[in-house]
């Protein structure tokens, strides 16, 4: 199992932003596609965007769409989310995954390596 690091959580004000990271260590992250998810509390894990080994396809869920950007950099081996007009919808902890492949996916039940999460918090 790899292992990744999430980072880049906290705590905004409604219409705020936030950029997460994920970075592994101890393998390259260029031949694996990478999804961002997140968890609110008391609901279950959901697929928010996804991206390429190469990051040419990326994907997102409806509801982020015109709001978060996902991007990589290969050669820093990280993969970020840019979150902006953050809305109290969107406070839950937020984790990165891996999959062997270079095709991305929002379905969690593909991905094998995930990081431990980190913590939005959307509030007035």
């Known amino acids: 199992q790899l292992h990744l690091v999430e980072s880049g959580g906290d705590f905004v004000k409604p219409g705020g932003s936030l950029r997460l990271s994920c970075t592994a260590s101890?393998?390259?992250?260029?031949?694996?596609?990478i999804g961002w998810f997140r968890q609110a509390p008391g609901k279950e894990r959901e697929g928010v965007s996804c991206?390429?080994?190469?990051?040419?396809?990326?994907n997102y869920a409806d509801y982020v769409k015109g709001r978060f950007t996902i991007s990589r950099d290969n050669a820093k081996n990280a993969v970020y989310l840019q979150m902006n007009s953050l809305t109290p919808e969107d406070t839950a902890v937020y984790y990165c995954?891996?999959?062997?492949?270079?095709?991305?996916?929002?379905?969690?039940?593909?991905?094998?390596?995930w990081g431990q999460g980190t913590p939005v918090t959307v509030s007035s």
């Open positions: 101890g393998f390259t992250l260029n031949n694996y596609a």
């Open positions: 991206i390429s080994s190469r990051g040419g396809s990326t």
């Open positions: 995954a891996a999959r062997h492949t270079s095709y991305p996916s929002r379905n969690l039940y593909e991905y094998d390596s």
